[in-house]
């Protein structure tokens, strides 16, 4: 396993199957005694505000007994006030772990090649490998399988959706997605996600239309059409993504009983109707519940003193 958890590119099936059995564990309770972290500090830097990584990662540090240090946007100004590499240095120093959210890719990249102790990506504007991860993990508590299932993605090609297509890849469920033109995945990360897909047997398609993707899918996903550092497109994002919201039109497409999913924040009447979000079929919540969980076992994997074998 690597140092880093930058990218679900780097990690493999049984890994990620490592990470979801621990994940499970601590959500019933069971090792509660075990503090990976004991005596262990670790590092926020958060470029950008944060509701739910923020708390999942801090209670996570809690709970495996560490010690967690908020640095927000005014504390460090990464690479600004001071040299990435010199950050990542001198944390090294003091901490034994990071968790990065950034803008820029790119700084989180950095981190991780000049720290000495691990990073985890928080989330950068390219890649949100523990929300994808928690997402599948969720799915599979809901279905009993994650390997198989069919999910469809509406909306913007957007860092969410890069990481999801490789859990989706690296976990063998089938991808089905639409983005409004323009508004398409990196085609990089589209083709690595495609080959690793062909050793798990899955496949990432895509459509045209929102309801050609939502169709026969086991569960329905979508992201806001503007995230944090596009307020200036709003409009205009607006205007190119209204074909594509989940409304019940589009919803019904999916197979009977399928599931809603988003990874929060919602703009509801915007990317998703009240009434599908609201709804029973709506999962959001249990999503937003199992970063906790299975942040804790990437924590615990990555960082953590007392690792489990691989």
């Known amino acids: 396993m690597t140092k880093d958890l930058i990218s679900l590119k780097h990690l493999t099936a049984s890994e990620i199957e490592y990470i979801y059995e621990m994940a499970a564990d601590f959500k019933a309770g069971v090792g509660d005694f075990e503090k990976p972290l004991d005596g262990m500090s670790i590092g ?13 990662f801090e209670v996570g540090v809690y709970e495996l007994g560490g010690h967690s240090v908020y640095l927000g946007p005014g504390d460090i100004q990464l690479g600004v006030r001071e040299s990435i590499k010199d950050v990542a240095l001198v944390h090294s120093r003091y901490l034994d772990g990071i968790i990065a959210r950034t803008f820029s890719h790119d700084d ?55 990481s999801l297509m490789y859990a989706c890849a690296l976990c063998g469920v089938d991808l089905r997605f639409a983005t409004p033109a323009g508004y398409g995945p990196n085609d990089q990360i589209t083709d690595d996600a495609r080959r690793m897909a062909g050793s798990s047997g899955s496949r990432i398609e895509s459509f045209k239309s929102a309801e050609e993707a939502a169709r026969g899918a086991d569960a329905v996903y979508t992201d806001v059409w503007a995230s944090m550092g596009q307020e200036s497109e709003h409009q205009k994002r607006m205007a190119d ?59 615990a994997v990555f960082i953590g003193r007392k690792k489990r074998s691989l």
């Open 44 to 56: 926020l830097i958060f470029q950008k505000p944060s509701n739910r990584t923020r708390l999942s």
């Open 241 to 299: 993504f209204k074909e594509y919201q989940v409304n019940e039109s589009v919803f019904s497409k999916a197979k009977n009983g399928a599931f809603f999913m988003h990874c929060l924040p919602v703009h509801r009447g915007e990317e998703v109707t009240g009434s599908i979000i609201d709804g029973a079929s709506s999962i959001v919540l249990e999503q937003a519940e199992n970063r906790l969980y299975v942040q804790k076992a990437v924590m």
């Open 108 to 162: 989180i990249v950095a981190l991780g090649d000049s720290a000495t102790i691990p990073v985890i990506n928080g989330l950068s504007d390219l890649l949100h490998p523990c929300q994808a991860l928690s997402d599948i993990f969720t799915l599979r508590e809901k279905t009993g399988k994650s390997a198989g299932l069919t999910l469809s993605y509406v909306g913007d090609g957007n860092n969410v959706f890069h």
